[in-house]
C-alpha cells in the first residue's frame, strides 16, 4: 500500500472513527449532529487527505462525505469540505439539508461550488475548514 494511502487510512480511523464512534455504537453508519460536529472540529493532516473523499456514514437519513481537495500548492491549500451526497433530483432543502458555497481550489485558482451541507454544521460555521 502506498504510504499516502496508509497516512490517509489511519487518519480516517483516528480521526473519523473517534469523533463518530458514540453514534455508530448505537446504529452502525449513522452519525448524529453531535458526532458530526466533533468531527468536523478535529484537525485533519493535510498532506494524508489531501485528493481524498472519505464517507462518513448517515445524518438524518443523508449520506455524508468529507472531500479533500487541492490544487496548485498541496498539501498546504488542502481544505476540508463536509457535505451531504444526494440522490440525483433530490433537492437540499428538501432533504433537510442548506446549500453553501465554497471557495475549491482548482489549478491556480479558487473557484466557487454549492454543496448541500448538514444544518447542524452551518449552524456551527464548521463545515469547510482551510
Given at each position: 500500500?502506498?504510504?499516502?494511502?496508509?497516512?490517509?487510512?489511519?487518519?480516517?480511523?483516528?480521526l473519523?472513527?473517534?469523533?463518530?464512534?458514540?453514534a455508530?455504537?448505537a446504529?452502525?453508519?449513522?452519525?448524529?449532529?453531535?458526532?458530526?460536529r466533533?468531527?468536523?472540529?478535529?484537525?485533519?493532516?493535510?498532506?494524508?487527505?489531501?485528493?481524498?473523499?472519505?464517507?462518513?456514514?448517515?445524518n438524518?437519513?443523508?449520506?455524508?462525505?468529507?472531500?479533500?481537495?487541492?490544487?496548485?500548492?498541496?498539501?498546504?491549500?488542502?481544505?476540508?469540505?463536509?457535505?451531504?451526497?444526494?440522490?440525483?433530483?433530490t433537492?437540499?432543502?428538501?432533504?433537510?439539508?442548506?446549500?453553501k458555497?465554497?471557495?475549491?481550489p482548482?489549478?491556480?485558482a479558487?473557484?466557487?461550488?454549492?454543496?448541500?451541507?448538514?444544518?447542524?454544521?452551518?449552524?456551527?460555521?464548521?463545515?469547510?475548514?482551510?
Amino acid at each position: 500500500m502506498p504510504r499516502h494511502a496508509t497516512a490517509a487510512l489511519t487518519v480516517v480511523l483516528a480521526l473519523g472513527g473517534a469523533a463518530c464512534a458514540a453514534a455508530r455504537a448505537a446504529t452502525p453508519g449513522l452519525l448524529d449532529d453531535a458526532a458530526l460536529r466533533a468531527y468536523a472540529a478535529r484537525p485533519f493532516d493535510k498532506h494524508a487527505m489531501m485528493g481524498q473523499t472519505i464517507e462518513l456514514g448517515r445524518n438524518h437519513g443523508l449520506p455524508v462525505v468529507a472531500e479533500f481537495p487541492c490544487a496548485d500548492v498541496c498539501p498546504q491549500y488542502t481544505v476540508r469540505i463536509i457535505h451531504y451526497r444526494l440522490p440525483e433530483g433530490t433537492g437540499c432543502t428538501a432533504a433537510g439539508g442548506v446549500e453553501k458555497s465554497v471557495g475549491v481550489p482548482v489549478a491556480i485558482a479558487v473557484l466557487p461550488k454549492t454543496f448541500c451541507m448538514p444544518k447542524a454544521l452551518v449552524e456551527s460555521g464548521a463545515y469547510y475548514t482551510r
